[in-house]
C-alpha cells in the first residue's frame, strides 16, 4: 500500500508539472491593430527590400518586399518596440505608439562599423543590441560573412576580437577565448549545445563541423556564460545561428538563392544552392552544398602541405510556422559530412605514413515552440527539444608498419531546454529556465594486419555504453534604474557520469556546481557606458575525462575515477561608446582558475611505459591565473571611408609549477581601411601577432610549436565587391606579401599568396 501510495502522489506531482507547463503556454493575447510602413535607403532614397521588421516580445515579424513597403500586426493592449534590421544597415529601434494610426516612414543608413550596433541573443536571451549588454561581445555579421566568404566555419571567426583560432589540421579550427578552448569554451548551435561527453581539453575539429554556408552570424559572448548555458563556459560562449526563412508581408513567394566560390591553387572549388517559399504565417528553406578543398599552398617557400586536403558535403532544412499570432513553432535539420581530413602534422612530425578522419559527420535536428503573451510573468516561454549525433572514425598506419587501426566513436545527445522570459516589474527583466541533456557513447576499435589480413576487434577510446547526463536550473535578471543597470544570476547543475568496461570496471560520477554573476552597468550618456562585473565559471568533467584510454600528443592516457568540476573566477572592468561616426569597446579582466583538470605521470599495471610511450591520467592538481586586455574601436573617416582595429592582449600562469600557462595565445590583432559606396565595399586589412616564446613545459613538448616559440607575423589581405540588384561578386587576395607564417600552436602553416572569387545570386 505504501508503494501504491508513492506512486499515486509522485503521478499527482507529474500531473501538477504538466498543468503548471501547459499554463504557461496556453493563455493568449491576441494582436488586433495593422500598420504599414516602408523603407529606403537614407544614402539614395531607393527602397530596401529583405528588411526584417520584428515586434519584440513576440512572434510577429516581417520583411519589406521589393518595394520597400511592410505590413505588421501590433499588439492589442501595448505600444510595440520594432527591431529594423538589414545586413549591410545599421539597425534600428523604433518605438510605435498603438494609439496613432499612422503610416512609418524608416531611413536605414549603411553601416561600415558595425561595433556596438549589431543585435545579439546569446547575451541575455533577448534581441538587445550589442551596446545595450553588460557583456564583453564580439559579433561576426551577415555582412561580414558575406563580404569575406569564408572557406570554413572556423576561418570565419579569424580577426575577430578576443578570439584566437588555432588550426591542428586544415579540416580543424579551435577556437580560444580569453585563452582557452576545446571543453573549456563552450559551442552553440542556435542556442544547442555542440559540447558533448567526448569534448577533449585542448583544441579539437569539432568547431568545423557546422557548415559556414548555413550561418547568418556568430556572436561570441567572452569570459561570461556559465549561468545562462551551464558547464564548459570557461573561457566564454560561441553561439553559430543559422539563417531563417521569414514571413512576408503579404503574398507567398518562391525563391532561390546560390553561391559558388573559387581558390587558386587548387585550395577551393565549393557551391550552394538554396531554396525558399514563404508566405504570411509559413515559411521554409532548404539547401545543399558540396566544398572540395585542396592541399594548403603555405607562404614563403613552404609550399604544398600534404596531406590536407579533404572534401564535404551537406544539406540544411529549415521551417517556421506561426499557428496565431502569440504562436510559433521552428524546427531544423543539419547535416555535415567530411571525408578524408588528413592530419598533415602527424604524418610529417609524427611518423605516420597515414592519419586521418573519415568519416568525421554532424547531425543535428531541432524543434522550437515560442510563445508569446502580455502576462508579464510569462512575456516568452520557448521549449527547446533537440536531437544530435556526432560520428567520427579515426585512421592510423605507422611509417614502416602493417598495422592499420581504425577507432570509431558515435555520440547521440538529447537535449531539452524550457526558458521563460518575464517582467517582474517595469524596470526589472528576468530570463529563467531548465535544461537537460543526456550524451551516449559507442566506442569501437579495430586492429588490422595489413600482411595477414588479420582483424582484432578491442575497446574504443571510451568504453562502449558510457553516458553523460547534465541537468541545470537558471535565473538571469536585470533592473534598471535611470542610469544605471544592475544584472544578476545563478545556476545550479548536476550530473551524472557513467563507464564502464572489463579492463577498468566500472567509473560512476555525481557533481554538482553552483555558479553566478553580477555586473554594474553606468550609462553617462545614451552613447557611452562603463561597466564592473564579477562571475564564476565551472566545467564538468566528461567522459572523456574520466575513461580515456588511448594515445595523445606525447602519451598514452588511462581512465580516472576521481575527478570534481574545473572552477574559475573573474573580475572585469570594461567601457562601451556607441557614437554614430566612432564606436570603441575596451575591457580589462583577471580570471583565476582552480581545480583544473590537467595530465599528470601515472602507470599502468605497475609500468611507466605502454609500449615506449610515457603513461598519464587526468586530476584535478592545478591552478592558473589569466589576466587580459581587449580592445576594438571602428572611426568613420567619412560617408565612404572607416578605420576598423582590435587588440588582444593575455598574460597567463601556470601557478601550481611556477611557469607559462599552456597555449596562452601571443599578443594580436587587425587593422582595417573600409571602403563602401551603395552596391561597393572594399578593404585593406592587416592580421598580426606577435612571437610567443613564453612557453610551458607541455608547449616545450608539443610537435606544433617550433623550438624556441612562435616567431610573430602579419599578413596584408584585400577584398572588394559588388553587388547588383540580386547578383553579388566578391574578389580577395590573401596574404599578398606571400610571408610564411604559422598561427600559434597550430599543426598547419597560413595560406601563401592567393587569389580567391565567390559569386552569389537571388533569384
Given at each position: 500500500?505504501?508503494?501504491?501510495?508513492?506512486?499515486?502522489?509522485?503521478?499527482?506531482?507529474?500531473?501538477?508539472?504538466?498543468?503548471?507547463?501547459?499554463?504557461?503556454?496556453?493563455?493568449?493575447?491576441?494582436?488586433?491593430?495593422?500598420?504599414?510602413?516602408?523603407?529606403?535607403?537614407?544614402e539614395t532614397n531607393k527602397p530596401l527590400a529583405h528588411v526584417n521588421?520584428?515586434?519584440?516580445?513576440?512572434?510577429?515579424?516581417?520583411?519589406?518586399?521589393?518595394?520597400?513597403?511592410?505590413?505588421?500586426?501590433?499588439?492589442?493592449?501595448?505600444?510595440?518596440?520594432?527591431?529594423?534590421?538589414?545586413?549591410?544597415?545599421?539597425?534600428?529601434?523604433?518605438?510605435?505608439?498603438?494609439?496613432?494610426?499612422?503610416?512609418?516612414?524608416?531611413?536605414?543608413?549603411?553601416?561600415?562599423?558595425?561595433?556596438?550596433?549589431?543585435?545579439?541573443?546569446?547575451?541575455?536571451?533577448?534581441?538587445?543590441?550589442?551596446?545595450?549588454?553588460?557583456?564583453?561581445?564580439?559579433?561576426?555579421?551577415?555582412?561580414?560573412?558575406?563580404?569575406?566568404?569564408?572557406?570554413?566555419?572556423?576561418?570565419?571567426?579569424?580577426?575577430?576580437?578576443?578570439?584566437?583560432?588555432?588550426?591542428?589540421?586544415?579540416?580543424?579550427?579551435?577556437?580560444?577565448?580569453?585563452?582557452?578552448?576545446?571543453?573549456?569554451?563552450?559551442?552553440?548551435?542556435?542556442?544547442?549545445?555542440?559540447?558533448?561527453?567526448?569534448?577533449?581539453?585542448?583544441?579539437?575539429?569539432?568547431?568545423?563541423?557546422?557548415?559556414?554556408?548555413?550561418?547568418?552570424?556568430?556572436?561570441?559572448?567572452?569570459?561570461?556564460?556559465?549561468?545562462?548555458?551551464?558547464?564548459?563556459?570557461?573561457?566564454?560562449?560561441?553561439?553559430?545561428?543559422?539563417?531563417?526563412?521569414?514571413?512576408?508581408?503579404?503574398?507567398?513567394?518562391?525563391?532561390?538563392?546560390?553561391?559558388?566560390?573559387?581558390?587558386?591553387?587548387?585550395?577551393?572549388?565549393?557551391?550552394?544552392?538554396?531554396?525558399?517559399?514563404?508566405?504570411?504565417?509559413?515559411?521554409?528553406?532548404?539547401?545543399?552544398?558540396?566544398?572540395?578543398?585542396?592541399?594548403?599552398?603555405?607562404?614563403?617557400?613552404?609550399?604544398?602541405?600534404?596531406?590536407?586536403?579533404?572534401?564535404?558535403?551537406?544539406?540544411?532544412?529549415?521551417?517556421?510556422?506561426?499557428?496565431?499570432?502569440?504562436?510559433?513553432?521552428?524546427?531544423?535539420?543539419?547535416?555535415?559530412?567530411?571525408?578524408?581530413?588528413?592530419?598533415?602534422?602527424?604524418?610529417?612530425?609524427?611518423?605516420?605514413?597515414?592519419?586521418?578522419?573519415?568519416?568525421?559527420?554532424?547531425?543535428?535536428?531541432?524543434?522550437?515552440?515560442?510563445?508569446?503573451?502580455?502576462?508579464?510573468?510569462?512575456?516568452?516561454?520557448?521549449?527547446?527539444?533537440?536531437?544530435?549525433?556526432?560520428?567520427?572514425?579515426?585512421?592510423?598506419?605507422?611509417?614502416?608498419?602493417?598495422?592499420?587501426?581504425?577507432?570509431?566513436?558515435l555520440i547521440k545527445t538529447n537535449g531539452?531546454?524550457?526558458?521563460?522570459?518575464?517582467?517582474?516589474?517595469?524596470?526589472?527583466?528576468?530570463?529563467?529556465?531548465?535544461?537537460?541533456?543526456?550524451?551516449?557513447?559507442?566506442?569501437?576499435?579495430?586492429?588490422?594486419?595489413?600482411?595477414?589480413?588479420?582483424?582484432?576487434?578491442?575497446?574504443?577510446?571510451?568504453?562502449?555504453?558510457?553516458?553523460?547526463?547534465?541537468?541545470?536550473?537558471?535565473?538571469?535578471?536585470?533592473?534598471?534604474?535611470?542610469?544605471?543597470?544592475?544584472?544578476?544570476?545563478?545556476?545550479?547543475?548536476?550530473?551524472?557520469?557513467?563507464?564502464?568496461?572489463?579492463?577498468?570496471?566500472?567509473?560512476?560520477?555525481?557533481?554538482?556546481?553552483?555558479?553566478?554573476?553580477?555586473?554594474?552597468?553606468?550609462?553617462?550618456?545614451?552613447?557611452?557606458?562603463?561597466?564592473?562585473?564579477?562571475?564564476?565559471?565551472?566545467?564538468?568533467?566528461?567522459?572523456?575525462?574520466?575513461?580515456?584510454?588511448?594515445?595523445?600528443?606525447?602519451?598514452?592516457?588511462?581512465?580516472?575515477?576521481?575527478?570534481?568540476?574545473?572552477?574559475?573566477?573573474?573580475?572585469?572592468?570594461?567601457?562601451?561608446?556607441?557614437?554614430?561616426?566612432?564606436?570603441?569597446?575596451?575591457?580589462?579582466?583577471?580570471?583565476?582558475?582552480?581545480?583544473?583538470?590537467?595530465?599528470?605521470?601515472?602507470?599502468?599495471?605497475?609500468?611507466?611505459?605502454?609500449?615506449?610511450?610515457?603513461?598519464?591520467?587526468?586530476?584535478?592538481?592545478?591552478?592558473?591565473?589569466?589576466?587580459?586586455?581587449?580592445?576594438?574601436?571602428?572611426?568613420?573617416?567619412?560617408?565612404?571611408?572607416?578605420?576598423?582595429?582590435?587588440?588582444?592582449?593575455?598574460?597567463?600562469?601556470?601557478?601550481?609549477?611556477?611557469?607559462?600557462?599552456?597555449?596562452?595565445?601571443?599578443?594580436?590583432?587587425?587593422?582595417?581601411?573600409?571602403?563602401?559606396?551603395?552596391?561597393?565595399?572594399?578593404?585593406?586589412?592587416?592580421?598580426?601577432?606577435?612571437?610567443?616564446?613564453?612557453?610551458?613545459?607541455?608547449?616545450?613538448?608539443?610537435?606544433?610549436?617550433?623550438?624556441?616559440?612562435?616567431?610573430?607575423?602579419?599578413?596584408?589581405?584585400?577584398?572588394?565587391?559588388?553587388?547588383?540588384?540580386?547578383?553579388?561578386?566578391?574578389?580577395?587576395?590573401?596574404?599578398?606579401?606571400?610571408?610564411?607564417?604559422?598561427?600559434?600552436?597550430?599543426?598547419?602553416?597560413?595560406?601563401?599568396?592567393?587569389?580567391?572569387?565567390?559569386?552569389?545570386?537571388?533569384?
Amino acid at each position: 500500500m505504501k508503494t501504491d501510495l508513492r506512486t499515486g502522489k509522485s503521478k499527482i506531482k507529474m500531473k501538477k508539472i504538466f498543468l503548471t507547463i501547459l499554463a504557461a503556454f496556453s493563455t493568449m493575447q491576441l494582436f488586433s491593430q495593422v500598420i504599414e510602413g516602408s523603407i529606403v535607403n537614407a544614402e539614395t532614397n531607393k527602397p530596401l527590400a529583405h528588411v526584417n521588421v520584428l515586434v519584440k516580445n513576440s512572434a510577429q515579424g516581417t520583411v519589406s518586399d521589393s518595394g520597400g513597403l511592410f505590413l505588421l500586426s501590433l499588439p492589442e493592449k501595448q505600444n510595440a518596440r520594432l527591431l529594423i534590421s538589414c545586413v549591410g544597415f545599421e539597425t534600428q529601434e523604433v518605438e510605435v505608439d498603438r494609439d496613432e494610426n499612422k503610416r512609418l516612414s524608416i531611413q536605414l543608413r549603411p553601416a561600415s562599423i558595425q561595433l556596438n550596433k549589431s543585435i545579439v541573443v546569446t547575451a541575455t536571451g533577448n534581441e538587445r543590441l550589442s551596446f545595450q549588454t553588460p557583456d564583453a561581445v564580439s559579433v561576426i555579421t551577415g555582412q561580414e560573412l558575406k563580404n569575406n566568404a569564408p572557406r570554413s566555419m572556423a576561418e570565419a571567426l579569424i580577426g575577430a576580437t578576443g578570439v584566437w583560432m588555432q588550426k591542428t589540421n586544415h579540416g580543424g579550427g579551435s577556437p580560444f577565448v580569453r585563452g582557452l578552448t576545446g571543453n573549456q569554451t563552450l559551442l552553440l548551435i542556435d542556442g544547442i549545445r555542440l559540447n558533448n561527453a567526448i569534448f577533449r581539453y585542448g583544441p579539437n575539429q569539432y568547431f568545423n563541423t557546422i557548415d559556414v554556408f548555413s550561418v547568418d552570424r556568430v556572436e561570441v559572448i567572452r569570459g561570461k556564460g556559465s549561468v545562462m548555458y551551464g558547464s564548459d563556459a570557461l573561457g566564454g560562449v560561441i553561439n553559430v545561428l543559422t539563417r531563417t526563412p521569414q514571413y512576408t508581408s503579404g503574398q507567398s513567394c518562391f525563391g532561390s538563392r546560390g553561391q559558388l566560390k573559387y581558390m587558386n591553387k587548387g585550395m577551393e572549388k565549393s557551391g550552394l544552392g538554396e531554396v525558399l517559399y514563404e508566405t504570411k504565417n509559413f515559411a521554409i528553406s532548404g539547401s545543399a552544398n558540396y566544398k572540395d578543398f585542396g592541399d594548403i599552398y603555405a607562404g614563403g617557400s613552404l609550399n604544398y602541405e600534404r596531406p590536407s586536403a579533404y572534401d564535404e558535403n551537406g544539406f540544411n532544412l529549415k521551417a517556421k510556422a506561426r499557428f496565431s499570432e502569440n504562436w510559433q513553432i521552428t524546427s531544423a535539420l543539419q547535416y555535415l559530412r567530411q571525408n578524408n581530413v588528413g592530419r598533415y602534422d602527424q604524418v610529417a612530425q609524427r611518423g605516420y605514413l597515414l592519419y586521418r578522419y573519415d568519416p568525421q559527420i554532424h547531425r543535428l535536428a531541432y524543434v522550437k515552440v515560442e510563445r508569446y503573451s502580455e502576462n508579464n510573468w510569462f512575456r516568452k516561454v520557448k521549449l527547446t527539444l533537440s536531437n544530435q549525433l556526432s560520428d567520427e572514425t579515426r585512421k592510423k598506419q605507422k611509417e614502416n608498419s602493417t598495422i592499420f587501426t581504425q577507432e570509431s566513436d558515435l555520440i547521440k545527445t538529447n537535449g531539452i531546454l524550457l526558458e521563460c522570459n518575464s517582467l517582474i516589474q517595469k524596470n526589472w527583466e528576468a530570463i529563467s529556465g531548465a535544461e537537460f541533456y543526456a550524451d551516449k557513447v559507442e566506442s569501437g576499435k579495430t586492429t588490422t594486419d595489413l600482411a595477414t589480413g588479420s582483424q582484432t576487434p578491442s575497446r574504443g577510446l571510451y568504453p562502449d555504453g558510457s553516458g553523460m547526463q547534465n541537468f541545470g536550473l537558471f535565473s538571469q535578471h536585470s533592473i534598471k534604474h535611470k542610469n544605471l543597470q544592475l544584472n544578476f544570476g545563478g545556476r545550479f547543475n548536476t550530473f551524472q557520469i557513467r563507464s564502464s568496461d572489463n579492463e577498468f570496471g566500472e567509473i560512476k560520477l555525481k557533481p554538482n556546481s553552483l555558479v553566478g554573476n553580477i555586473s554594474l552597468q553606468y550609462f553617462s550618456s545614451p552613447t557611452q557606458q562603463f561597466i564592473v562585473s564579477a562571475h564564476s565559471a565551472f566545467r564538468a568533467p566528461n567522459i572523456n575525462d574520466i575513461s580515456t584510454f588511448g594515445s595523445f600528443d606525447y602519451g598514452i592516457e588511462i581512465p580516472s575515477s576521481d575527478l570534481s568540476p574545473e572552477k574559475t573566477f573573474t573580475v572585469e572592468g570594461g567601457y562601451k561608446k556607441s557614437a554614430e561616426q566612432f564606436s570603441m569597446a575596451f575591457t580589462a579582466f583577471n580570471t583565476r582558475l582552480k581545480d583544473q583538470i590537467v595530465r599528470v605521470e601515472s602507470t599502468y599495471k605497475g609500468e611507466e611505459f605502454i609500449d615506449g610511450e610515457r603513461v598519464y591520467k587526468k586530476a584535478n592538481v592545478a591552478k592558473s591565473n589569466i589576466v587580459g586586455l581587449e580592445f576594438e574601436s571602428g572611426f568613420q573617416l567619412n560617408r565612404r571611408l572607416a578605420i576598423i582595429n582590435n587588440l588582444t592582449w593575455l598574460y597567463g600562469k601556470d601557478l601550481e609549477n611556477d611557469e607559462p600557462m599552456r597555449r596562452i595565445p601571443p599578443l594580436n590583432g587587425k587593422l582595417a581601411l573600409q571602403y563602401s559606396q551603395a552596391g561597393i565595399f572594399g578593404e585593406t586589412e592587416l592580421l598580426f601577432a606577435s612571437p610567443q616564446d613564453r612557453l610551458s613545459s607541455g608547449d616545450i613538448d608539443d610537435h606544433r610549436i617550433p623550438e624556441g616559440g612562435t616567431p610573430g607575423w602579419s599578413i596584408l589581405n584585400f577584398k572588394t565587391g559588388y553587388t547588383w540588384d540580386k547578383i553579388s561578386v566578391n574578389v580577395g587576395l590573401q596574404n599578398i606579401l606571400n610571408k610564411a607564417y604559422r598561427i600559434h600552436g597550430s599543426g598547419v602553416d597560413g595560406y601563401g599568396r592567393s587569389f580567391w572569387m565567390s559569386f552569389q545570386f537571388k533569384v
